[in-house]
């Protein structure tokens, strides 16, 4: 670790912060090579840095470690999939502060387009917002905390886009870290995946509820149960890097989503 004191960044991680995440992070530890320079803290704010300003990793400051190593353990533990990992086991304990089941009975599903800075995986036209680039679709609990993210090309409709992320979330409720899901019974939608309601009921016991807007209503309205992934998309907007898809790989588009839910709830739970 430097040893030089430095500048702190609104975005660093405070000792409570730190606590609740360090345990999470004990990497194996090895006689060969170099001695390790920086600790994980250090990289881990340097990487909240790059996602809540929306600098590009090269433009980083100096006092933070170099550019080369915070994104090297980034890719690492992205491909280890260590962030949504992480996220997982904070949302049952921000869960759990409120007095809730750490296992959801009911989650809202959304998607939103986005623009995408220049060339890269599965980029396209969302025809109907009139965006080029790719869509996050998310999966959150009635709270609006962040539980799946799939990112996809913009010009795949929200019916399919709504498949595959459901898909994924099945795949991942085997597992043994996401076994809470089988507390899942209910998920509420918006219209766009009505034709596929009877797909998800067939396919894997849930119901999905779509919320409709009233009769004749126009302009703006606050919908039950749809105004809280909206809600979490006002969340995510706060960190610049999200303000468009600039990763080459969906798989960085979907770990910075986590991250910055992760830092969000971290800011939670230390209170």
Not at 29 to 50: H, M
Not at 203 to 208: A, E, I, M, Q, V
Not at 218 to 229: A, D, E, M, S
């Amino acid at each position: 670790m430097d040893k030089k004191p430095r500048q702190t960044y609104p975005t660093d991680l405070n000792d409570k912060q730190w606590a609740l995440v360090a345990p999470l992070f004990q990497e194996k530890t090895s006689r060969r090579g170099r001695p390790r320079k920086w600790s994980t803290r250090e990289i881990l704010c340097a990487i909240f840095y790059i996602l809540r300003s929306g600098c590009a990793w090269r433009l980083m400051p100096h006092d933070l470690p170099p550019w080369q190593t915070v994104y090297g353990y980034y890719w690492k533990w992205r491909n280890e999939g260590v962030w949504d990992k992480i996220n997982a086991v904070l949302v049952e304990a921000v869960r759990t502060r409120e007095g809730r089941e750490a296992r959801p009975s009911a989650a809202i599903i959304d998607s939103q387009s986005v623009k995408t800075a220049e060339g890269g995986e599965e980029r396209g036209v969302d025809v109907y917002k009139q965006v080029s680039g790719r869509k996050r679709h998310i999966v959150v609990d009635t709270l609006g905390l962040l539980w799946l993210v799939v990112v996809h090309s913009a010009g795949v409709p929200d019916g399919n886009g709504g498949k595959r992320t459901l898909q994924t979330l099945f795949e991942h409720i085997k597992g043994s870290l996401y076994n809470r899901w089988c507390r899942l019974k209910l998920i509420w939608a918006d219209g766009a995946y009505e034709d596929i309601v009877a797909w998800v009921k067939q396919t894997y016991g849930w119901r999905l509820e779509i919320v409709r807007r009233p009769e004749g209503s126009k302009g703006f309205q606050v919908l039950p149960r749809r105004w809280v992934v909206e809600r979490t998309f006002g969340w995510l907007g706060r960190y610049r890097r999200l303000s468009k898809d600039f990763e080459h790989q969906t798989d960085s588009s979907e770990a910075m989503v986590y991250l910055a839910s992760i830092h969000r709830m971290l800011r939670v739970l230390a209170g």
